[in-house]
């Protein structure tokens, strides 16, 4: 039997990224999936935002490993929406056991050239939208009696990051946020934990050409290569550029079963060692 067979998980941010991985490594320990996203380009984000064909694929993916998959068009700044979703994943498949809020965008600028709309935005998806599903999730849960709801933060929660205020804002916010819950749903047996990666090979990061001249402001045309140069320097210890978000879904997948029944109320640093410079 596997480790989380008949149960449910609902991922936000599922089209693409760390939510597909997610979502996949849910389902191969036997999960039901209820997979969102949103299929539109959100401004004031300076790249290209997934797709309806990318959740179907991951939709695809989830049921391929034999369970299956409910796909769903979702904003998490639409808490109406996220509470349905919620809702929906009870109705489909007898229960909600697991949530991934997991949705987030990236839009820079230094913060005396940052526009209310840039800092806005990034703060309602990606710390907002964290609220959303957490408490769609724990009204679902509650009655239950169990549960386990895990947030993406970043090593962003854990230090400051010239041009990236508010993301930065917005991850120590998920990790306040996922402790407060953590507190209030213990009782219940829910868990709240937060996973908090450094430099994930994703479509938000990986060649990424608007990241990259955040990141190499003195290039004009900088490359994948010059990107890991400077990741592996002033960021990752060991001598690797990426990690894979397989690597992060295998720590969700830990947090989601019983061996890590009694973790809640902290953040999972997977960081390639840009951790151990910072305060024990």
């Not at 993916?61 to 929906?88: M, P, Q």
């Not at 041009?163 to 209030?184: C, M, Q, R, S």
Request: glycine share 8%.
């Amino acid at each position: 039997m596997k480790e989380l067979e008949g149960k449910t998980a609902l991922i936000t941010g599922a089209a693409r990224g760390q939510g597909r991985t997610h979502a996949v490594a849910l389902a191969r320990e036997g999960m039901n999936v209820v997979v969102t996203d949103l299929h539109e380009e959100i401004a004031p984000v300076p790249y290209a935002m997934a797709v309806a064909d990318d959740l179907a694929e991951t939709a695809r993916l989830v049921e391929a490993e034999g369970v299956k998959a409910l796909s769903l068009t979702v904003y998490v700044r639409d808490a109406d929406a996220v509470d349905a979703a919620a809702r929906a994943a009870v109705e489909q498949f007898g229960s909600l056991d697991v949530a991934c809020a997991n949705a987030g965008i990236w839009a820079a600028a230094e913060l005396a050239e940052m526009t209310e709309e840039q800092w806005q935005t990034v703060i309602d998806i990606n710390l907002t939208g964290v609220f959303h599903t957490i408490r769609a999730a724990a009204r679902e849960m509650k009655p239950q009696g169990s549960g386990r709801i895990i947030a993406t933060a970043s090593t962003a929660g854990r230090a400051g990051m010239a041009n990236f205020g508010n993301y930065v804002a917005a991850k120590w916010g998920v990790i306040g946020l996922v402790k407060t819950a953590a507190l209030e749903l213990a009782p219940h047996r829910i868990n709240v934990n937060a996973v908090c990666p450094a430099c994930v090979k994703t479509d938000m990061m990986f060649e990424n050409q608007a990241l990259y001249h955040v990141f190499r402001p003195d290039l004009e045309a900088p490359t994948t290569a010059d990107i890991e140069a400077t990741i592996e320097e002033a960021l990752h210890k060991l001598p690797e550029p990426w990690i894979e978000p397989e690597e992060v879904s295998d720590i969700v997948v830990f947090l989601a079963s019983d061996r890590g029944r009694h973790i809640t109320g902290t953040g999972i640093d997977i960081t390639a060692g840009a951790s151990a410079g910072w305060g024990a």
